[in-house]
């Protein structure tokens, strides 16, 4: 099937399964209006974000990448009452886009965007020993995924999930001699999960709106 058959199956799943969201779309159209670059999940892929946070009963989630929040909505989305969600976030111009639509999502008080490098924010969290997270979320630069699961374990506890965006690169994760560091990044993380003893993993490819890519799906085990 074509990209186009892919967008066209993505389009059918929103419209039977996910119906409109006003708060959402806004979202996503301040995002555009701000320059922001269109590389958030899909809907289908957000809803999916959602449905795992709440299966694993998350009261604490942490994310690697706020970009304008769009994944940050559905996940805060997943919270009870009294939980509460930190993202993380390099640029500032991003975070302010982001916390308008926090805000504007009615998830304010629950989501908060922290703006650093994300190594210089999970070090922080160990030093300060933040509490553990129930689920997290890692969509930020590839080069890094390996360094941030690592630093996700030692905030984490055995039942945590943790889920990774931009696995599959269009099937460039095989290419072993790749100089594309993203891809080099990719494989690196696939060799620390290989090699983790506290985690078990797999990944999933999708196709989509997003084209051909995947996830990690990790759960902590002890």
């Known amino acids: 099937m074509s990209e186009a058959g892919w ?6 799943i929103g419209e039977k399964l996910l119906g409109d969201d006003p708060v959402l779309d806004l979202a996503l159209a301040a995002n555009a209006q701000a320059g922001l ?4 999940v899909s809907p289908a892929q957000g809803k999916m974000l959602h449905l795992l946070a709440r299966g694993v009963g998350a009261k604490r989630i942490l994310e690697v990448g706020t970009l304008g929040g769009y994944s940050t909505i559905w996940l805060a989305r997943a919270l009870p009452q009294d939980g509460r969600l930190i993202s ?5 111009t991003h975070a302010d886009v982001a916390r308008a639509n926090l805000d504007r999502a009615g998830v304010a008080d629950q989501a908060e965007v922290w703006v650093a490098p994300a190594l210089d924010s999970l070090s922080m969290m160990q030093e300060r020993d933040e509490p553990a ?4 979320f890692i ?3 590839k080069q890094n995924n390996a360094a941030y699961v690592r630093a ?3 905030l984490s506890h ?15 994760v095989l290419d072993a001699g790749s100089a594309d560091a993203n891809v080099a990044g990719t494989r690196a993380l696939f060799d620390m ?10 990944a999933v490819q999708t196709v989509g709106a997003k084209k051909w890519d995947g996830f990690v799906l990790a759960i902590v085990t002890h």
Request: net charge negative; charged share 25%.
């Open 7 to 12: 967008q066209a199956v993505d389009a059918f």
């Open 37 to 40: 670059p269109a590389i958030d």
């Open 88 to 92: 993380l976030e390099i640029d500032p």
């Open 133 to 136: 997270f129930d689920f997290i």
């Open 139 to 141: 969509d930020a630069d």
């Open 152 to 154: 996700a374990l030692s």
């Open 158 to 172: 055995p039942g945590t999930m943790i889920v990774v965006d931009n696995v599959i690169r269009e099937g460039r």
């Open 193 to 202: 999960l290989a090699a983790e003893p506290r985690l078990t993993a797999t």
